[in-house]
């Protein structure tokens, strides 16, 4: 507890940057209810923090390893130790995390491509893939994609309950299921995220109907939200973006792919050439920020999660319908707010902005995102571009008006956006407190 001289110095601050004494206060009431809650994200965290640092530790990770290389890169230290770092600390064979994946599609793409061959069968359990894997897939025709080159695809939706649909899966898979794709966080969807328990129990129903098939996981968002991984519950493969959690804020680029020595090798041949795989690409001196970034990555992704569940309580307690809801368990660390009209929307991201330490005076407005089928606001003033691991929010403008946002990087300055978000909202008239 803060005693009462600290609360107020605390209040004038909030006050000098624009919370109002009663946004302020709401603030505290609902704060002092999530203790417990904040008390076991911190134990995750803990765990997730020793996690790294004994990876780190069994591969004697060095300050050689914070060199730079240029050109070909061969026999880069740095980053091959931070491979094996990142296989240790997933439990996997083998990784490639490297700043020539440019996002986190990028590395999908490149799993995906890298381990599917023509006449193969891509298999999606989970329903539709997120938005950009549609055309890497060939969902929508695109130049390029794995259906140009022969691979098929088939889906199998959740149950209107969230549940697998078992038996259609059993269905679908055949001679020619290759691969499995699974994606953890729900995206923009409204479904469920999945909790690393499901991913095992989905991955084992796959198995025992063909034990050979790939199982990948598109873990983005969910870096160490849980102790466990996919990949500690039967995942081939785990891919991820290193501007979201596992980059811990300071990666300035880059992607990750971990899994069996295999499937990371042919990830590998086709992210670089055949033949060279894993033993070019020079890592340009973004070595330090990937180590030190996948060091902060547990307590930076603890303080996004505490935002996102002060958030669904703020929100949840003025009436609105909020997803996940106040009081279920995380497993990623996107929260969706439904507020029924645009100018709640707007006034909700121009909150995010104002309290950016970059970009802070910028008025965010919505615009034709290409893209997108209706405008979109986004709000975002970090340090590295895009980045939603930073505290960043954004909103189509279309019913149900929901605003997704994610990410910030200390506790301190989610809890500092949210509360601008609060005091946006009331200043033009669309809460009361
Ligand atoms: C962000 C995200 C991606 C794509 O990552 P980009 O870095 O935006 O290309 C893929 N899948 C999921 C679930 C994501 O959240």
Known sequence: MKTGDNMDENKGMYQALGIDGDVYEFGETICKTLKERFDKIDETAEYNQLKVIRAMQENRVSEACLYSSSGYGYNDLGRDTLEAVYASAFHTEDALVRPQIACGTHALAVALAGNLRPNDELLSPVGKPYDTLEEVIGIRPSNGSLAEYGVSYRQVDLKPDGSFDFENIEKAINHRTRLVTIQRSKGYQTRPTLSVDRIGELISFVKKIKPDVICMVDNCYGEFVERREPTDVGADLMVGSLIKNPGGGLAPIGGYIAGKEEYVR????????????????????????FYQGFFLAPTVVAGALKGAIFAANIYEKLGFSVIPNGTESRHDIIQAVEFGNPESVIAFCKGIQAAAPVDSYVDPEPWAMPGYDSDVIMAAGAFVQGSSIELSADGPIKPPYAVYFQGGLTWEHAKLGILMSLQKLKERGLVTL
Request: hydrophobic share 35%.
């Open 266 to 289: 042919n990830a590998a041949y086709r992210l670089t050439s055949p033949g060279l795989g894993k033993e070019v690409g020079a890592t340009l001196g973004v070595n330090q920020s």
